[in-house]
């Protein structure tokens, strides 16, 4: 079975950019990379991003405009472009996957990765 892999994060000056990485490792037949949420201290993991299996990208009201979620369909790659960050961005950033085959109905996540954005 695949596991998700999450890259990308660090400290970044409001307005700055980054871009966030979500790779299968292992089986990447059984695991397909869905979406981004993210997690701010205090509050509740929220959906920031999704991209369905026809290539609709989703989002959240508050990042509409600033970030683009998009997949490498060769790889299996799925991408999160952050660009004009905020503070209010700052939080841990997970990739939210979901089982094929033999594993269909069940989520994955990835291990987070931080993102920080000063003011």
């Known amino acids: 079975q695949g596991q998700l892999v999450e890259s990308g994060g660090g400290l970044v000056q409001t307005g700055g950019s980054l871009r966030l990485s979500c790779a299968v490792s292992?089986?990447?037949?059984?695991?397909?990379?869905t979406g981004w949420y993210r997690q701010a201290p205090g509050k509740q993991r929220e959906l920031v991003a999704s991209l369905t299996s026809i290539g609709t990208a989703r989002y959240s009201d508050s990042v509409k405009g600033r970030f683009t979620i998009s997949r490498d369909y060769a790889m299996g790659t799925v991408y999160l472009q952050m660009n004009s960050l905020k503070p209010e961005d700052t939080a841990v950033y997970y990739c939210?996957?979901?089982?094929?085959?033999?594993?269909?109905?069940?989520?994955?996540w990835g291990q987070g990765t931080q993102v920080t954005v000063s003011s």
């Open positions: 292992g089986d990447m037949l059984t695991v397909e990379p």
């Open positions: 939210k996957g979901v089982g094929t085959r033999r594993f269909r109905g069940r989520d994955y």
